[in-house]
């Protein structure tokens, strides 16, 4: 046990290579811009809406498509219909969150660049995968407390039903379908970066203990 504690130790002390720092950088960018593209958007199709409706998610704010965002306001004039409490902004409260998360990840890949400790990184990983996991369960269980908690007393009664995270099913005549965008894509190369500066510098040697 204590030899195993000793490598670890060794291993989170290593200092980082010129390669590690330069994916810091580049992951760090990489987070910043995630703040500005949309993370997540789901799309509705039905007979009656030939082109679909769009609800785009991003770290601080949702988005209708269509013109001037109206398709927000016809996917809660649907949900009135079936029970579904409308969809605002303001419920997100995780909204008021993300962004700030981000600059947080964004500084702490910076910091880890600067000072090339191994044990900084693999800290950066370990906080923003805790949080990405976070964020996916609050997601979902938002999605499903949408889906659930409908008005028996709707002009169209429906079953209890949780819109997809990921992939396309059929809601009654709609086909949803939700996927991640730019915004994900960005997040998960960060990751991918930051588990390639571990690799990078896996074999280096551990600085001097203070």
């Known amino acids: 046990m204590t030899k195993l504690l000793d490598q670890e130790y060794r291993f989170l002390h290593k200092s980082l290579n010129g390669w590690s720092r330069l994916l ?22 039905a007979p009656q809406y ?27 004039l649907l949900n009135h219909y079936i029970g579904m409490k409308p969809i605002h902004q303001a419920d997100f409260t995780e909204m008021q969150v993300l962004p700030f998360m981000f600059g947080v990840f964004f500084l702490l890949a910076l910091r880890a660049a600067v000072f090339g400790e191994m044990k900084a990184v693999v800290d950066l990983f370990m906080l ?8 996916i ?10 889906g659930h908690n409908l008005d ?3 002009p169209m009664p429906t079953q209890p039903f949780t819109p997809l995270i990921f992939g396309t099913q059929k809601i009654a005549n709609f086909t949803q379908s939700s996927y991640p965008e730019m915004g994900t894509y960005l997040l998960w190369a960060f990751m991918a970066m930051l588990l390639a500066a571990i690799w990078f510098s896996r074999k280096g040697r551990a600085l001097p203990t203070p």
Do not use: C, Q
């Open 24 to 45: 810091l950088l580049l992951a760090a960018v990489t987070v910043a811009a995630a703040v500005f593209f949309p993370l997540w958007k789901l799309h509705l199709v």
């Open 50 to 76: 030939a082109d679909g409706l769009d609800m785009v998610i991003y770290t601080y704010k949702l988005e209708g498509g269509g013109l001037n965002g109206n398709d927000l306001d016809e996917i809660n």
């Open 128 to 135: 923003a995968a805790y949080f990405g996991m976070f964020s």
């Open 137 to 146: 369960g609050t997601f979902y269980f938002r999605l499903y407390s949408y």
């Open 152 to 154: 028996s007393t709707a």
